[in-house]
């Protein structure tokens, strides 16, 4: 009888416990429903057979409480339009007899007067592109404390056409999710000086102190303030352009370097006839690791002659995945939006002066954090020179000039919302097309 119980127990801890269902065909409406097709429990393919198509193989792994699963699958669709919206992975979470049970996560009490709620339905991430075009679907969960079942369904949804293999799917114990830590900070400084010879040069040295002392925190990351060769400087942007790299970018990066971290300087950019207004990423290592050429134009660039950007570039630190904004771009949600579906999990922001509920808006729409470094006196109800966290409040804020703000972040802990959950997992899923898609 021994030796029974531990064949089960160990059943159990490799994720397939004797108490794990079949997978099962489901359907809001059998109208709608896909072609099912299988090979083995590990391998299943939904095909679309009309218009309005929905439907997925469902089923039921034994779970225990308090204990972290790790969920993975690879995706293969063909045929499909919008992969991240139309195959997705949603596993739910129940007790004995199919109870809803309580989220293990922290929610903001601010909202509905309590810390915690029931567990809402998770949604994997897509983590990478493999070769052949197949999507690596993973993520790590924690169970909830009473929870006994996880519901795994792999969904068709939303298109007439096209099929979606989910190749190997596994559902096994893991170990806990390890903490990323980042140290964020960002220079408030108006660049006024005592040096009547103003210039591109005096202000670059205007701003290393509030370097050195973000440096002297351990910061990972140091944003400073839009077209910070121009401020005080000039109004005519192009006579002070410069390309990159060049000289602020080499200034820059031999601090990032000596300090050992990545720095967001706002300069103005020559290429050719053109000039940009551009938010550059410099990297530990003193080199150019990306820049962003603002998108958005207010009146003011575009009657001085500047080129908006194209592209929505997001750079891969030793960190995490930063995504940069200039100024006026925050004024309009498509182009934080853009970032995030690229991938940003923090957005850097050097901005002359803006409306501070639409950075708010920004992190909240989008599930990320944001860096400003702005020129607002902080008395003005204006931008501020803040940290903001992915709910859009501000968790740190530089109240006088020539200081910093500084906040350490867990890019690893999910952000819960009360009857949403993990809603950075789910915008990716549910979010509309986009144009660029």
């Known amino acids: 009888m021994k030796w029974l119980i531990a064949i089960v127990f160990l059943l159990a801890n490799l994720g397939f416990s004797a108490e794990n269902s079949a997978w099962t065909k489901e359907s809001p409406r059998d109208e709608i429903a896909p072609l099912f097709e299988k090979t083995d429990d590990k391998n299943l393919k939904l095909t679309a057979q009309k218009k309005g198509t929905n439907g997925y193989w469902k089923r039921v792994f034994a779970v225990e409480g308090g204990k972290n699963y ?6 293969f669709a063909t045929g499909i339009e919008h992969p991240r919206r139309s195959c997705v992975v949603r596993i739910e979470w129940y007790g004995p007899n199919g109870q809803r049970v309580e989220s293990p996560h922290k929610i903001n009490p601010a909202y509905f007067g309590k810390d915690t709620g029931p567990a809402q339905p998770d949604f994997p991430r897509d983590k990478k592109t493999n070769k052949d075009g197949s ?79 973000a440096a002297k925190k351990k910061a990972d990351l140091i944003v400073l303030g839009e077209l910070l060769t121009c401020k005080n400087v000039t109004s005519d942007y192009a006579s002070v352009a410069e390309s990159i790299p060049g000289p602020t970018t080499k200034f820059f990066g031999e601090l990032a370097k000596k300090h050992d971290c990545y720095i967001v300087a706002g300069l103005a950019e020559r290429a050719g006839h053109e000039v940009f207004n551009v938010a550059v990423l410099l990297g530990p290592d003193g080199k150019v690791t990306g820049k962003y050429r603002k998108v958005t134009l207010p009146r003011e660039e575009i009657q001085k002659g500047i080129s908006p950007g194209t592209d929505y570039p997001v750079f891969e630190t030793r960190f995490g995945k930063i995504g940069l ?46 860096v400003s470094s702005t020129y607002t006196n902080h008395e003005n109800d204006w931008m501020k020179t803040a940290i903001w966290n992915r709910e859009g409040d501000r968790i740190s804020e530089a109240n006088e000039w020539g200081t910093i703000a500084f906040a350490e972040v867990d890019l690893n802990q999910p952000t819960y919302w009360y009857g949403l959950g993990d809603f950075q997992a789910r915008i990716k899923r549910e979010a509309p097309v986009r144009i660029s898609e």
């Open 135 to 213: 999507v690596l679907v993973e993520e790590i969960y924690e169970a909830p404390e009473k929870a006994t079942e996880a519901h795994v369904q792999l969904h068709l949804r939303w298109t007439e056409a096209g099929s979606v293999l989910w190749k190997n799917v596994n559902l096994v114990p893991a170990s806990p999710v390890k903490p990323r830590l980042v140290k964020l900070a960002a220079v408030h400084h108006n660049m006024a000086s005592d040096n009547d010879k103003k210039s591109p040069v005096v202000n670059r040295e205007l701003l290393v102190p509030l370097i050195e002392e």
């Open 70 to 75: 790790q969920f993975q699958t690879t995706r």
């Open 325 to 370: 904004m200039v100024c006026y771009d925050v004024f309009f949600p498509e182009v934080a939006r853009e970032l995030s579906m690229n991938g940003a999990e923090i957005i850097a922001l050097p901005i002359w002066g803006g409306n501070p509920r639409l950075a708010a808006a920004r992190c909240a729409e989008n599930g990320v954090y944001l």
